[in-house]
């Protein structure tokens, strides 16, 4: 339902890489036009365009990075997100083996998002090891 979080995190590592092939790719390209060994208005012409260039490439790599960065942070809230959803049916799951389950209670399906807002007791023992225990309040 939140996507495979490994196959993000690949894909994450795949934009920094591409940043990496670019900023490579730039650099070739500015030391390619200085090797060439050429004089004259048309070579300062070119060495400009060149260095224009490479400098939108060096962009366009800062950009990977940016949304490689962006796609991790988002990762870390699904990871977050699924962890408390999991924690709050194996309380749920906890409680309903115990019998202490509020009557009239409907579990959402597995992994589903409202787990979050599930209203179940919490443990009676101050620091009973509970799963799904450590989840905060609604």
């Given at each position: 339902?939140?996507?495979?979080t490994d196959?993000?995190?690949?894909?994450a590592?795949q934009?920094?890489?591409?940043g990496?092939?670019l900023r490579?790719?730039a650099?070739r390209?500015?030391a390619q036009t200085?090797?060439?060994g050429?004089t004259?208005r048309?070579?300062?012409?070119?060495?400009?365009?060149?260095?224009?260039?490479?400098?939108?490439l060096?962009?366009l790599?800062?950009h990977?990075d940016?949304?490689?960065?962006?796609?991790?942070s988002h990762?870390?809230?699904v990871d977050?997100?699924?962890?408390?959803?999991?924690?709050?049916e194996?309380h749920a799951?906890h409680?309903?083996?115990?019998g202490?389950?509020?009557?009239?209670?409907?579990?959402?399906?597995?992994?589903h998002?409202?787990?979050?807002?599930?209203?179940?007791p919490?443990?009676e023992?101050?620091?009973a090891?509970?799963?799904?225990?450590?989840l905060?309040?609604?």
């Open positions: 339902m939140y996507g495979d196959v993000m995190r690949r894909r590592a934009l920094r890489d591409q990496v092939d490579a790719m650099d390209l500015v200085e090797a060439a050429w004259g048309a070579a300062d012409a070119l060495a400009e365009r060149i260095r224009d260039r490479a400098a939108l060096r962009e790599a800062s990977h940016d949304a490689a960065d962006s796609l991790e990762l870390l809230e977050q997100l699924k962890d408390a959803i999991a924690g709050a194996r799951d409680l309903l083996a115990e202490r389950v509020p009557g009239g209670f409907t579990a959402p399906p597995p992994g998002h409202d787990w979050l807002t599930v209203e179940l919490r443990a023992l101050p620091g090891e509970l799963p799904g225990a450590e905060p309040g609604p």
